[in-house]
């Protein structure tokens, strides 16, 4: 499927270009609104920057608004850039139903609108999204997490934490993990489904109670790096979080690819995770806008295969990685 491009013309008059605009307009068609739910994560952090360094790149300036999770506020940040006639719109949805009258009121002042990370609901509205292969991602890391327990010899208790479900994300991250799951019944045994609804107490509670109920818990998967100090806690608190190869190892795998699953991956304790290509999505969202102005024809949907990172490609994949760019630039730690 693909977005019709709105035309040249029509496109240039909507962003002030046309001579018979205002100088004010036209400085305005150099700028790009971008509206994110939250900076709540790294990721987010990492996503903000990213594109505010791709933007410099092509010569555009950015006004930003952080929605800190209010759909409602949201809505109203892209109607202010709307009536300014900014040049295009790059927006982290709050979630997918929200964002369709976003985009609406976008289409009809003719202004290219970007979902970075997270789709829209089917509509006919027009949009382009940039987002993660998030069940191919997750089911290559939990692929590389069960070839490690088929290593152990035995059946491995598996868990999974699960993220909010009303964020379509997550529900791609468990669905990725659950087709790994089942094509490995040989070597893990799902024993507990761990709801977080992406919430760091919740976690801890849910990690600590799958521990209890099941001491010899071997392998977790968590749909978000976010919530691995959650992880880390209830593994020390149960005498559990140990190096691979030692014995009492629990094979543990992540989602995102942020700073502490990269200290945690350099130290030993963390066995694999999915890495969101950051670079990748915030250069394609850039260049989405850019295509769009043009009037070009681009994909409705832009996708970010990933990767896996593990201690066997670790060296040759770490420049991928904006974790570890995150944790360069702070100074190398110790796992939490």
């Known amino acids: 499927m693909r977005v019709s491009a709105w035309s040249a013309a029509g496109l240039a008059l909507a962003l002030g270009v046309a001579g018979a605009c205002s100088g004010a307009r036209q400085n305005e068609a150099a700028v790009v609104g971008v509206a994110f739910e939250t900076l709540q994560t790294e990721f987010w952090v990492a996503g903000i920057d990213a594109i505010r360094d791709e933007l410099g790149k092509s010569q555009l300036g950015m006004v930003e608004a952080i929605a800190d999770g209010d759909a409602n506020r949201q809505l109203e940040q892209v109607r202010g850039f709307v009536a300014r006639g900014v040049g295009g719109i790059i927006v982290v949805p709050k979630d997918a139903k929200s964002i369709v009258p976003m985009i609406r009121a976008a289409n009809e002042a003719r202004i290219p609108i970007v979902l970075f990370n997270r789709p829209a609901d089917p509509t006919d509205a027009r949009s382009v999204a940039v987002v993660a292969d998030n069940?191919?991602?997750?089911?290559?890391?939990?692929?590389?997490?069960?070839?490690?327990?088929?290593?152990t010899g035995g059946k491995q208790k598996a868990a999974i934490l699960v993220g909010d479900l009303g964020d379509a994300n997550a529900i791609e991250r468990r669905d990725g993990f659950d087709q790994a799951a089942a094509a490995c019944p040989d070597a893990m045994e799902v024993v507990a489904r761990i709801p977080t609804e992406w919430n760091q107490e919740k976690a801890l509670a849910g990690m600590t109670n799958a521990l209890q109920a099941h001491p010899d818990l071997g392998l977790v998967f968590t749909s978000s790096d976010f919530m691995l100090p959650s992880i880390v806690s209830a593994l020390k608190s149960a005498g559990r979080y140990r190096k691979a190869g030692e014995e009492g190892h629990?094979?543990?795998?992540?989602?995102?690819?942020?700073?502490?699953?990269?200290?945690?991956?350099?130290?030993?304790?963390?066995d694999a995770t999915g890495v969101q290509d950051v670079f990748f999505e915030a250069e394609a969202a850039v260049g989405a806008i850019r295509d769009l102005r043009a009037g070009k024809d681009v994909p409705a949907r832009i996708l970010d295969r990933g990767f896996v990172i593990h201690s066997g490609n670790r060296t040759e994949v770490a420049g991928r990685m904006w974790g570890a760019k995150v944790a360069g630039a702070k100074g190398a730690g110790a796992s939490p």
């Open 250 to 270: 629990v094979i543990l795998g992540g989602f995102d690819g942020d700073a502490t699953a990269w200290r945690m991956l350099v130290d030993g304790y963390l």
């Open 135 to 151: 069940l191919g991602i997750a089911r290559a890391t939990v692929e590389h997490l069960c070839a490690l327990a088929r290593k």
